[in-house]
């Protein structure tokens, strides 16, 4: 079993900065990749990065690159999302996701029913 807890800012203004952090416990060793989904009122929940733990490989939405970095720092367990220049329309409902599975096809992960533990969720609202 892993346990995945989310924590950071909830607002921010267009422009800024904040920063997600997800902390893992449990069976963290079996982790293979970890990531980001988001899902807004209305809309159905959408990929939005992902990191391998074993080559800190990354992979982003197109609407994020530039903008956003995932990162990983494995001696404390730990996932960030680094938002920079957040825009109204990222707002949203963040879940930190980390898969057990293993894939060699780094788009096996690109989809939500690639990965087998969920955090709770936390809410970021950006206003323009």
């Known amino acids: 079993q892993v346990q995945l807890v989310e924590s950071g800012e909830g607002l921010a203004q267009a422009g800024g900065s904040l920063r997600l952090a997800c902390a893992a416990s449990?069976?963290?060793?079996?982790?293979?990749?970890m990531g980001w989904f988001r899902q807004a009122p209305g809309k159905e929940r959408e990929f939005v990065a992902a990191?391998?733990?074993?080559?800190?490989?990354?992979t982003y939405i197109d609407s994020v690159k530039g903008r956003f970095t995932i990162s990983t720092d494995n001696a404390k367990n730990t996932m960030y999302l680094q938002m920079n220049s957040p825009k109204p329309e990222d707002t949203a409902v963040y879940y930190c996701a980390a898969s057990t599975i293993y894939s060699a096809r780094f788009n096996y992960y690109l989809s939500g029913a690639s990965y087998d533990y969920w955090g709770q969720g936390t809410q970021v609202t950006v206003s323009s």
């Open positions: 990191i391998r733990r074993s080559s800190s490989s990354t």
């Open positions: 449990g069976r963290t060793g079996s982790t293979y990749v």
